[in-house]
């Protein structure tokens, strides 16, 4: 057995499909770029983060970064729902 053997057969169909599925949803990699900003910005002040213990730092940290991320989704189910529904009427009733 070759070392192609172990190779996935489609590696580049899930860059493909992550691409299609950014295109479909756009909030999904922004609340993901949002939430490793959040982690990184939370591990850059880790080091100053003065009296305050660790632990209320890291939840303060992943506060940040859920919140982030449920806000992303939440405007994203809203932008999916305007471009479903609300935007036909707006172009139904311009026809008429």
């Known amino acids: 057995m070759s070392s192609e053997d172990f190779t996935p057969a489609n590696a580049d169909s899930a860059s493909s499909k992550l691409l299609r599925k950014s295109q479909e949803s756009p ?30 730092h890291l939840i303060h940290m992943r506060v940040g970064a859920q919140g982030f991320v449920v ?24 026809e008429k």
């Open 27 to 56: 909030f999904v990699p922004i609340g993901m770029a949002g939430f490793l900003a959040v982690v990184a910005y939370g591990l850059y002040k880790l080091r100053s983060r003065g009296d305050t213990k660790m632990s209320v």
């Open 71 to 94: 806000g992303a989704m939440t405007f994203g189910v809203m932008y999916s729902m305007f471009k479903e529904y609300i935007k036909p009427r707006f172009s139904d009733e311009s």
